[in-house]
């Protein structure tokens, strides 16, 4: 049978990967939203509407009668430290009802919402927690949107029809410009800029993060996923921890995506990124023109204040994906070798030197 899905934040470093993936499957139709207008595919149809602006909502998604699934990655950022993103709540919490509220009463034929929230349902960027990190944990104390998002979906979905999922996430690995939290890009353009100045690929997080376990999600591995949850009957009304199924540690990464580049591993480091690169737009503009790079404007390239909190991590963040295991997701990726097969790929297709 013929699907459609709605794909909410098509364009992010989520939603890009859960569109790829669907339009490959080849039984899906696709429609994504966001601001920004992109192409229309064979199977995938954009629909450029801002869904904080309810006349928009209203005229342009009043059509989508035959959706069957909803997958919901929308996100807005708040300024500052990343940290802080989990309290931006009216946003994130309104763009999720409104999308879900004109898909459902546009038509009958929804089955399932999948929304995806992520390891700060747990606190990961409030300071040391509980791990490995189970679906049954508690909430940490609010704010955090996403449990707003949550009692909103549940409630929302309460006596209908159709289900929901929630995957929560680590540290997406992905390209998608402009996107507020993306690790890869950021890592492989500050070590461009680096080689360039003739300096090694020095560690530029806390000397605690460069040695603690942390845990990153591949975005299509993310989307397999999301395809997963959406259609599994027993994912029905279930959340579910999502990341490649594996931890590392930075110190034994780091020389292997030094290796990437050509350069020696450095030491420990620690700079503010957000502050250190905030005068090298000029730089990569000149090294966009001298190693024929694809252009970007270098804000939209890089989210800074990402990488900062990525690596200003100095805890443990280890979730327990056992749940998704049990449930029917076996897929898992080789997190280290990720990191060298994408960062390979950035420098082939040109998004750096
Ligand atoms: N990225 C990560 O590492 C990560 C890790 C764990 C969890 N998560 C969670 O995953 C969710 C999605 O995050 P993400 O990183 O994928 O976000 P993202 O890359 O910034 O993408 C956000 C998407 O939302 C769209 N959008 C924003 N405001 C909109 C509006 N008013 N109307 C319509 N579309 C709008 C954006 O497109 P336009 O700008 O064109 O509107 C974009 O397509 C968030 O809840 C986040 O916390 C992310």
């Known amino acids: 049978m013929q699907k459609k899905a709605v794909v909410v934040g098509a364009l992010g470093v989520i939603g890009r990967y859960i569109v790829e993936?669907?339009?490959?499957?080849?039984?899906?139709?696709?429609?994504?939203?966001?601001?920004?207008?992109?192409?229309?595919?064979?199977?995938?149809?954009?629909?450029?509407?801002?869904?904080?602006?309810?006349?928009?909502?209203?005229?342009?998604?009043?059509?989508?009668?035959?959706?069957?699934?909803?997958?919901?990655?929308?996100?807005?950022?708040?300024?500052?430290?990343?940290?802080?993103y989990a309290s931006n709540i009216a946003p994130n919490r309104d763009m999720l009802a409104n999308a879900v509220t004109a898909v459902d009463r546009a038509g009958k034929s929804l089955q399932?919402?999948?929304?995806?929230?992520?390891?700060?349902?747990?606190?990961?960027?409030?300071?040391?927690?509980?791990?490995?990190?189970?679906?049954?944990?508690?909430?940490?104390?609010?704010?955090?949107?996403?449990?707003?998002?949550?009692d909103w979906l549940t409630a929302y979905q309460h006596g209908k029809k159709w289900s929901w999922a929630e995957l929560r996430p680590q540290t997406l690995c992905g390209f998608a410009p402009g996107t507020a939290m993306s690790i890869l890009p950021a890592i492989a353009v500050y070590a461009a800029i680096s080689k360039e100045l003739g300096l090694p690929l020095r560690f530029p997080g806390k000397p605690g993060a460069w040695s603690t376990i942390y845990q990153v999600t591949e975005?299509?591995?993310?989307?397999?996923?999301?395809?997963?949850?959406?259609?599994?009957?027993?994912?029905?009304?279930?959340?579910?921890?999502?990341?490649?199924?594996?931890?590392?540690?930075?110190?034994?990464?780091?020389?292997?995506?030094?290796?990437?580049?050509?350069?020696?591993?450095?030491d420990v480091q620690t700079i503010s990124l957000t502050q250190h690169m905030a005068d090298k737009a000029d730089l990569w503009a000149a090294m966009t023109r001298k190693y024929g790079l694809r252009r970007f404007d270098f804000?939209?390239?890089?989210?800074?204040?990402?990488?900062?909190?990525?690596?200003?991590?100095?805890?443990?963040?280890?979730?327990?994906?056992?749940?998704?295991?049990?449930h029917g997701f076996h897929d898992v990726v080789d997190s280290e070798a990720m990191f060298e097969r994408m960062l390979k790929r950035f420098r082939r297709e040109k998004i750096v030197p």
């Open 21 to 84: 993936k669907l339009v490959a499957e080849g039984d899906w139709q696709v429609v994504g939203l966001s601001r920004r207008p992109e192409k229309n595919s064979p199977r995938y149809t954009h629909v450029s509407v801002d869904l904080l602006n309810t006349r928009d909502v209203a005229k342009k998604l009043k059509g989508l009668s035959d959706v069957t699934h909803v997958f919901y990655a929308a996100f807005q950022a708040s300024p500052g430290n990343a940290a802080g």
């Open 112 to 150: 399932r919402v999948v929304l995806v929230t992520g390891t700060k349902y747990y606190g990961t960027h409030l300071g040391p927690m509980k791990t490995p990190m189970r679906e049954t944990d508690p909430r940490h104390m609010p704010p955090n949107y996403y449990f707003d998002q949550i």
């Open 219 to 266: 975005s299509a591995h993310f989307a397999s996923a999301c395809l997963w949850a959406a259609t599994e009957p027993r994912a029905a009304n279930q959340a579910y921890n999502i990341t490649n199924g594996d931890y590392f540690r930075w110190r034994n990464v780091w020389p292997r995506i030094a290796a990437v580049f050509g350069m020696k591993p450095g």
């Open 299 to 326: 804000d939209q390239l890089v989210a800074w204040p990402f990488a900062d909190y990525v690596f200003g991590s100095d805890w443990d963040v280890m979730s327990d994906v056992t749940k998704s295991r049990l």
